[in-house]
């Protein structure tokens, strides 16, 4: 990504100083990198545009083309084209435009081609053709040294051919195996140098082989890996890639669970990059774990469809209603906010504030459903931020008035009292008798027609505050708010379950190596025994000899008195009274040594 506004800098100067040639190479250039950097694809779209046409008219057709081809590419994510994965739209034609380079012995084009159709193959589950793409593409690699594609095409070309694992015979599997590991080694060194752009290919493409090698524990561990790397480093594709390939993982598992969350986060990347026709195409393959999501959706249109009838009528209306009908609009992005929320907290605090904004209140309280009973989990009042409690139960809660709740809990309906001292229902409420609000609105979150939580809110300070538009448009957040919930909450088990698969995992793989170790002990005991034995056997032999050595020096002394200098200064700095002293505790300190040695 650091590469980006130099190419543009180099472009710019080449469009000025009239080297069109190299102004075009860095346009080019510009357009693969931002695509493999994972640079959103509207705005790249766009300026792909731009550069095609001016070199167009700049009469640089073969700078055009090469950049057509990048184009071409990103224009069939942002699913323009009919089929994702082939060459065939208006910026670049695979039958039209590809032999003209051929013919002119152009390799370069052929490179920039080959290695976007490998990409694309992959993406959207046409392996045959990825492999075909790849084997391609290596007669070409030549042109293209030194270029970010390399890494690329060693990447998808070892996911492709891991893919096709399960599909072949046992010697082509061993030849699969061989080629990831000659690509995983180039990677390895490059992610040594540039881990920032490498490590997270490196380490996803390890995942996929540990897969196909039914080692789950060191597959996890790799996805997990090439995730937070990928993320870290702004490679939203590449995230999304291995999300994806992680939910498959889990899938093939039968963690259904797992898989969703996975599978949702990898949905949520593709789209967050601009890829419409990868999102689609995850939406036709997995709808067993999208259904939350195309619910979401569904909500979302019902909300744009309710914004446009009230938008519609309000030019009949007074300006109250032009009111109401600008808050549809916030709550449409209001809408989008709480769809795009999956971890519980935050999505709590982010409903409530949208409620408290937009409702007609000016307190909010939000009740869950736990096992089967409701509890107050959130509130929020007016100029305050929202405050998360610790699941109080409903009949323990001072925030809300109880006799409500539990109608709108049996009745699955909203419930509206426009004014409380005026109204015979719930007279006797405790809540209502002592805080007397004026307006009273109870709305139920409903998914899948299973009550999983109730809003309630209220209006101190005018009556009838809670109008039928604002009723309504409260039922599709509620619809909006059930999907969600349900989504996070989802996500949390799924967490959950996460992290107890990985420490079961943990556990399996500490037993293992307990039990290695202990074979290991067992070994290593023997081997010292050995040595030991030999030790024990042999201090009294070294010790009868050390004496004797001593008995002889004694000779010599009493013997030669008038030894020469040197002789006298070595025997006596062997200090034989300082060893004759201490020599039966190193003895001793050695017997005791080796007893223990042995009995360990």
Known sequence: SNTLPLFREGYQSGLE?????????????????????????????????????????????????????????????????????????????????????????????????????????????????????????????????????????????????????????QAEQESILQRVTANQEKIKRWADVAPANQLHKYHLVEAEKYRVLSQKTAAIEFYDLAIKEAKENGYIQDEAIANELTAKFYLDWSKDKVAQAYMTEAYYCYARWGAKAKVIDLEKRYPQLLAPILQQRRVAESLEKTMARSTITSTTKTSTSISEALDLATLLKASQAISGEI??????????????????????????????????????????????????????????????????????????IPNTRTSSQFTADIYLQKHQPKSVLCSPIINQGQLIGVLYLENNLTVGAFTSERIEVLNLICSQAAISLENARLYQAA??????????????????????????????????????????????????????????????????????????????????DYIREDLPKLVGSMREGVKRIQEI
């Open 495 to 576: 967490q959950q379950a996460l992290t107890e698969l990985k420490e079961a995992q943990l556990t399996i793989v500490q037993s293992e190596k307990m039990s290695a170790l202990g074979n290991l002990v067992a070994g290593v005991a023997h081997e010292i025994n050995n040595p030991a034995g030999f030790l024990s056997g042999n201090i009294q032999p070294a010790l009868d000899y050390i004496n004797d050595i001593f008995g002889l020096l004694n000779i010599v002394q009493e013997k030669h008195p008038q030894l020469h200098p040197e002789v006298q200064e070595t025997i006596e700095a062997i200090e034989l």
């Open 17 to 169: 100083t009239g080297d069109l040639e190299w102004g075009g190479i860095c346009a080019v250039l510009y357009l693969m990198h931002a695509w493999f950097a994972g640079k959103e694809l509207n705005d790249l779209s766009l300026e792909g545009a731009a550069f095609c046409v001016q070199f167009a008219q700049l009469k640089q057709e073969t700078m055009a083309k090469q950049g057509a081809i990048f184009q071409q590419a990103i224009l069939n994510l942002l699913g323009t084209s009919t089929v994702a994965w082939e060459f065939n739209g208006d910026s670049f034609s695979e039958a039209e435009h590809l032999p003209i380079f051929l013919q002119s012995g152009n390799q370069t084009a052929p490179c920039y081609f080959y290695v976007s159709k490998l990409v694309l193959c992959y993406l959207f589950g046409q392996i045959d053709e990825a492999i075909a793409a790849a084997s391609t593409l290596e007669s070409y690699l030549g042109a293209a040294t030194g270029m970010s594609l390399i890494p690329v095409f060693h990447t998808y070309d070892s996911l492709t051919h891991l893919a096709k694992y399960s599909q072949v015979s």
């Open 343 to 416: 971890e519980l907290n935050k999505l709590l605090t982010t409903l409530l504030e949208i409620v408290i904004a937009n409702a007609g209140a000016d307190k909010c309280v939000l009740l869950l459903k736990e096992d089967r009973d409701l509890k107050v989990v959130a509130l929020v009042a007016e100029g305050q931020s929202p405050q998360l409690l610790p699941s109080i139960p409903l009949e323990s809660s001072l925030d809300v008035a109880i006799s409500l709740i539990n109608t709108v809990k049996r009745t699955l309906s909203p419930l509206v």
